[in-house]
């Protein structure tokens, strides 16, 4: 599986179905700031919110942009690493050698324990990736994630007692079939998967370009603080 990368759908805007539909704050960009149209990766369709999780996602849609943890250059988590619009790229070794994925944005990483599959001390960012074959697919487990952070740009989001299960299967030389069920007895009335295709870059040369994203982010995330006073 070495290599880079890269899901080719609008699952990062909304991993359900959605039509294209304008950005009317940012209506200076035109065409540009267009969300692009999509269909649904949940298997299922529809995410099995709870009632009032419901509430909250539909709330975290009125804060878009300023409460996606995007927008404010956080690490985006597990799953939706995977699925951003950016490349990541795939470390392997031997059979039992742990893995690494690597992505630019927010210069983001994950290690994906073979062998010692203990938790870590508190949640984090990307959360603790344990990792199996079952044949020749790679299973991951990945718990212990900080909470309360959206799945894509629509305010789909998860708690921290989410667990996702991911599987990556390799179909041949240049795409897999990514699947992860997401668990969440606090946000879910039930466990649901999402599936798609990653595609491998095949261009000559390629590599991952980092994305300190940062400095980006200073104007929104202190904007009261760089209002000038009367």
Not at 121 to 145: E, I
């Amino acid at each position: 599986m070495n290599g880079i990368w890269q899901a080719m759908n609008s699952a990062n805007w909304n991993l359900e179905a959605h039509n294209a539909e304008a950005l009317n704050d940012f209506w200076k960009l035109g065409a540009i700031a267009a969300i692009p149209a999509g269909r649904s990766v949940v298997r299922e369709g529809t995410i099995p919110y709870l009632p009032e999780a419901l509430k909250k996602r539909n709330e975290n849609r009125t804060k878009f942009p300023k409460e996606d943890p995007e927008a404010k250059c956080y690490m985006l988590g597990v799953p939706r690493a995977t699925y951003h619009n950016m490349p990541f790229q795939i470390f392997q070794g031997a059979a039992n050698d742990d893995i690494l994925m690597v992505y630019p944005f927010a210069a983001m990483h994950r290690a994906i324990a073979m062998k010692d599959h203990r938790d870590i001390p508190a949640d984090s960012w990307m959360g603790k990736s344990n990792g199996r074959w079952d044949g020749d697919v790679l299973v991951v487990q990945t718990f212990s994630q900080i909470g309360d952070r959206w799945l894509d740009r629509a305010g789909n989001y998860f708690s921290n007692q989410l667990k996702v299960t991911e599987r990556f299967t390799l179909l041949g030389p240049n795409h897999i079939r990514y699947e992860a069920t997401l668990e969440d007895s606090e946000t879910y009335s039930r466990p649901w998967t999402i599936e798609m295709p990653l595609y491998r870059n095949i261009e000559p040369n390629a590599q991952l370009l980092e994305h300190k994203c940062v400095p980006f982010a200073d104007n929104l995330i202190y904007e009261d603080l760089l209002k000038p006073k009367p």
